[in-house]
């Protein structure tokens, strides 16, 4: 976001530094480095990652040497003292995680007084090594505070505001929702046009979320106990609150709400000085609880009669703690194998096109992205291919990231990747956010707020120009009322995340499936158009740090028009267009083991499946078991074979589909 949002460092082409195995040089350079010394990830071969698992590393733990000469060579003499896999094993999903080969990336530990790029540049030499990538470090990119709401006008707001649609008493301030084009005129001057929201009521008439989507957020760590967030927190059901055991045996203790990977802990952390309510802000966007009479409403967070969409959090930052490339791999990988479908991201690169001076330099092409960060790259394949189900609502993960606030005219990476989105972020009047980026690599817009834009609007409970932000929820040491304003592309992405997810939503109540790339093109086919706003002068107000003052400044709309991506984000379109969109979801076939069973839900197979009965029949019973227990199918394997079989449910409706039982099948869990 704008002035509150993280960024990660860039790091271009780091490995090649002009050094030998023979020749390994000694950092005594006092600077403080964007990377962590004496740590590399290296992705081995998988013969020489077979060995190192052979020779010591069975589950998890470490070893100290690879069992390879060339390799231990070099390890040797820089005092290398553990390799780890860097992705703990979970034996759920080691299948596809060696399929993908991402069992091959090891963490590298070593001396620190050795160079971490001159030991790259040794490893990556050798042929044994397929990939090496510094330990990255990832910063927030600014400290300021969040804007809160004060309990005076919370008061206010609780004792005046009524909807027909929503009983949640800060809606009208939340225009990006529903904008009526009447928030910000004055006089002659308008800068807010009806409809340049998201248009979430059109929406809401289909859903307003379902519990069953899930989205991980890849943030700070959210408030879990706001009382407009926790009833739509994500809980592993096979872990404990505040254990310290590894329950369900996936590598992470304690995971019962996410983890964080920033403090390598279960506990989820919100309320450190140095937290800064991001991650709580982002999380509310998408799934406040609507219609509960408190605070603000959502995108996606159904109401009292029914819940909605998850957040799994992936914490990235705890207090002081920063993330590093280890962690965001790591969460990235856990998001799909624990059921989430959306990475929300509000965080990226510097933009290759932003000014240097000020910026710093990033990444220009998706090829210096992949070199310069293959892991990073490796690990949002394996979300983007692996998350979700074949048999479910949504085949394939999306990654939703932030454009950047550079102004630059190029959108950030990781966002700007083929496979990714990237968000820009509009104003009430569906002109381009002063500070954001656009141009290549940009798939869509959304909201983000405009403070400087709005400057000048403002009332006794607002400082100037924040009702021209994104209001949501936040940890009570930002805000006593819960609730303040943040703006930037931060909040455009999870606008964006939030219409995605009320669109699976949508699409799982229809029992309609969609490949992940099928609902990113519906996403950019159904946007509202805005060019014909990109006429003109925009003038704003920009805060100088360094010499106290606001000046005027104007920006040319012309030279957007065409790179603010497909358009605005539009909820009501985008779900009209999931009526009849994808395949109908079809009852699967089913793999059981051997003397094994295997659980299916029944009622997500059918059209309002959670009100019928189903019953089953079996063409060869010696094969294969079924008991019926309401609509939860248990199958039991009872000798090696095929054969059909039927469910037919009460209003008439019947499926065919195949049973196969064999040794070996994986009949560990729901289907």
Same mark, same amino acid.
């Given at each position: 976001?704008?002035?509150?949002?993280?960024?990660?460092?860039?790091?271009?082409?780091?490995?090649?530094?002009?050094?030998?195995?023979?020749?390994?040089?000694?950092?005594?350079?006092?600077?403080?480095?964007?990377?962590?010394?004496?740590?590399?990830?290296?992705?081995?071969?998988?013969?020489?990652?077979?060995?190192?698992?052979?020779?010591?590393?069975?589950?998890?733990?470490?070893?100290?040497?690879?069992?390879?000469?060339?390799?231990?060579?070099?390890?040797?003499? !820089?005092?290398?003292?553990?390799?780890?896999?860097?992705?703990?094993?979970?034996?759920?999903?080691?299948?596809?995680?060696? /399929?993908?080969?991402?069992?091959?990336?090891?963490?590298?530990?070593?001396?620190?007084?050795?160079?971490?790029?001159?030991?790259?540049?040794?490893?990556?030499?050798?042929?044994?090594?397929?990939?090496?990538?510094?330990?990255?470090?990832?910063?927030?990119?600014?400290?300021?505070?969040?804007?809160?709401?004060?309990?005076?006008?919370?008061?206010?707001?609780?004792?005046?505001?009524?909807?027909? +649609?929503?009983?949640?008493?800060?809606?009208?301030?939340?225009?990006?929702?529903?904008?009526?084009?009447?928030?910000?005129?004055?006089?002659?001057? !308008?800068?807010?046009?009806?409809?340049?929201?998201?248009?979430?009521?059109? #929406?809401?008439?289909?859903?307003?979320?379902? /519990?069953?989507?899930?989205?991980?957020?890849?943030?700070?760590?959210?408030?879990?106990?706001?009382?407009?967030?926790?009833? =739509?927190?994500? +809980?592993?059901?096979?872990?404990?609150?505040?254990?310290?055991?590894?329950?369900?045996?996936?590598?992470?203790?304690?995971?019962?709400?996410?983890?964080?990977?920033?403090?390598?802990?279960?506990?989820?952390?919100?309320?450190?000085?140095?937290?800064?309510?991001?991650?709580?802000?982002?999380?509310?966007?998408?799934?406040?609880?609507?219609?509960?009479?408190?605070?603000?409403?959502?995108?996606?967070?159904?109401?009292?009669?029914?819940?909605?969409?998850?957040?799994?959090?992936?914490?990235?930052?705890?207090? *002081?703690?920063?993330?590093?490339?280890?962690?965001?791999?790591?969460?990235?990988?856990? #998001?799909?194998?624990?059921?989430?479908?959306?990475?929300?991201?509000?965080?990226?690169?510097?933009?290759?096109?932003?000014?240097?001076?000020?910026?710093?330099?990033?990444?220009?092409?998706?090829?210096?992205?992949?070199?310069?960060?293959?892991?990073?790259?490796?690990?949002?394949?394996?979300?983007?291919?692996?998350?979700?189900?074949? =048999?479910?609502?949504?085949?394939?993960?999306? #990654?939703?990231?932030?454009?950047?606030?550079?102004?630059?005219?190029?959108?950030?990476?990781?966002?700007? *990747?083929?496979?990714?989105?990237?968000?820009?972020?509009?104003?009430?009047?569906?002109?381009?956010?002063?500070?954001?980026?656009?141009?290549?690599?940009?798939?869509?817009?959304?909201?983000?707020?405009?403070?400087?834009?709005?400057? /000048?609007?403002?009332?006794?409970?607002?400082?100037?120009?924040?009702?021209?932000?994104?209001?949501?929820?936040?940890?009570?040491?930002?805000?006593?009322?819960?609730?303040?304003?943040?703006?930037?592309?931060?909040?455009?992405?999870?606008?964006?995340?939030? +219409?995605?997810?009320? *669109?699976?939503?949508?699409?799982?109540?229809?029992?309609?499936?969609?490949?992940?790339?099928?609902?990113?093109?519906?996403?950019?086919?159904?946007?509202?158009?805005?060019?014909?706003?990109?006429?003109?002068?925009?003038?704003?107000?920009?805060?100088?740090?360094?010499?106290?003052?606001?000046?005027?400044?104007?920006?040319?709309?012309?030279?957007?028009?065409?790179?603010?991506? *497909?358009?605005?984000?539009?909820?009501?379109?985008?779900?009209?267009?999931?009526?009849?969109?994808?395949?109908?979801?079809?009852?699967?076939?089913?793999?059981?083991?051997?003397?094994?069973?295997?659980?299916?839900?029944?009622?997500?197979?059918?059209?309002?499946?959670?009100?019928?009965?189903?019953?089953?029949?079996?063409?060869?019973?010696?094969?294969?078991?079924?008991?019926?227990?309401?609509?939860?199918?248990?199958?039991?394997?009872?000798?090696?074979?095929?054969?059909?079989?039927?469910?037919?449910?009460? =209003?008439? /409706?019947?499926?065919?589909?195949?049973?196969?039982?064999?040794?070996?099948?994986?009949?560990?869990?729901?289907?």
């Amino acid at each position: 976001m704008r002035r509150f949002y993280y960024t990660i460092l860039t790091i271009a082409l780091c490995v090649a530094v002009g050094c030998s195995k023979e020749d390994v040089a000694v950092s005594c350079e006092p600077e403080v480095k964007p990377f962590v010394e004496g740590v590399l990830l290296v992705k081995f071969t998988p013969d020489v990652a077979e060995i190192i698992e052979r020779d010591g590393l069975v589950t998890r733990g470490g070893v100290t040497r690879s069992g390879v000469h060339s390799v231990d060579e070099v390890l040797t003499l !820089v005092g290398a003292y553990n390799l780890e896999r860097l992705f703990p094993v979970d034996m759920a999903t080691e299948a596809r995680t060696r /399929e993908s080969g991402l069992h091959q990336w090891y963490i590298v530990r070593f001396d620190a007084q050795y160079s971490a790029q001159a030991v790259a540049e040794s490893l990556s030499s050798l042929g044994e090594v397929q990939r090496v990538d510094l330990n990255r470090k990832i910063k927030r990119a600014y400290n300021r505070q969040a804007k809160p709401l004060t309990e005076q006008h919370l008061k206010y707001l609780t004792a005046t505001r009524s909807s027909a +649609v929503v009983n949640d008493p800060m809606y009208g301030l939340q225009w990006y929702l529903n904008n009526d084009g009447m928030m910000f005129t004055s006089g002659e001057e !308008v800068k807010s046009v009806a409809g340049a929201d998201i248009r979430a009521e059109g #929406a809401w008439e289909r859903s307003m979320g379902d /519990e069953s989507v899930i989205v991980a957020v890849l943030d700070e760590g959210v408030f879990i106990n706001h009382p407009d967030l926790r009833d =739509n927190i994500w +809980v592993n059901e096979d872990e404990s609150f505040g254990s310290d055991s590894d329950n369900d045996d996936n590598g992470y203790k304690g995971d019962y709400n996410g983890y964080n990977f920033a403090a390598k802990q279960g506990t989820i952390t919100w309320n450190d000085v140095n937290d800064y309510g991001h991650g709580t802000h982002v999380a509310g966007t998408i799934a406040a609880q609507n219609n509960n009479g408190i605070g603000i409403a959502s995108i996606a967070g159904g109401d009292t009669n029914r819940s909605g969409v998850k957040i799994m959090v992936c914490q990235l930052f705890a207090g *002081a703690r920063s993330a590093d490339a280890i962690g965001v791999a790591r969460a990235i990988k856990y #998001a799909a194998d624990n059921g989430a479908v959306i990475l929300q991201c509000s965080w990226g690169y510097i933009s290759g096109a932003a000014d240097e001076v000020e910026w710093g330099v990033g990444y220009d092409t998706e090829e210096e992205w992949i070199a310069g960060s293959p892991l990073e790259k490796e690990s949002l394949d394996y979300f983007i291919h692996n998350a979700g189900s074949p =048999n479910g609502t949504i085949d394939g993960g999306i #990654a939703v990231y932030a454009a950047g606030n550079e102004w630059a005219a190029k959108a950030s990476y990781p966002g700007a *990747a083929d496979e990714n989105i990237a968000v820009a972020a509009t104003a009430a009047d569906f002109t381009p956010a002063v500070y954001t980026n656009y141009g290549p690599g940009t798939n869509i817009s959304a909201p983000g707020g405009d403070q400087d834009y709005y400057y /000048e609007y403002y009332d006794a409970d607002h400082a100037r120009g924040e009702l021209g932000c994104i209001l949501s929820t936040l940890p009570y040491h930002i805000s006593p009322s819960g609730y303040g304003f943040m703006e930037g592309t931060s909040m455009a992405t999870p606008q964006v995340s939030g +219409v995605l997810a009320l *669109a699976i939503s949508y699409a799982a109540e229809q029992r309609r499936h969609f490949k992940a790339s099928e609902l990113m093109e519906l996403m950019e086919q159904t946007a509202t158009p805005i060019d014909e706003y990109m006429t003109g002068k925009k003038s704003y107000y920009r805060y100088i740090a360094d010499m106290d003052l606001v000046r005027p400044m104007t920006i040319d709309l012309s030279v957007y028009r065409g790179k603010m991506g *497909a358009g605005q984000i539009n909820a009501a379109a985008l779900l009209a267009a999931i009526d009849g969109g994808g395949v109908a979801i079809r009852f699967p076939n089913i793999y059981v083991a051997l003397d094994g069973e295997m659980v299916v839900a029944a009622s997500q197979y059918f059209l309002q499946g959670d009100t019928l009965t189903y019953e089953v029949s079996i063409a060869d019973s010696s094969v294969v078991s079924c008991e019926v227990e309401g609509s939860k199918l248990r199958f039991k394997g009872l000798k090696c074979g095929s054969t059909t079989a039927t469910i037919k449910a009460n =209003n008439g /409706e019947e499926q065919n589909f195949s049973i196969t039982v064999r040794e070996g099948a994986s009949s560990n869990g729901w289907l």
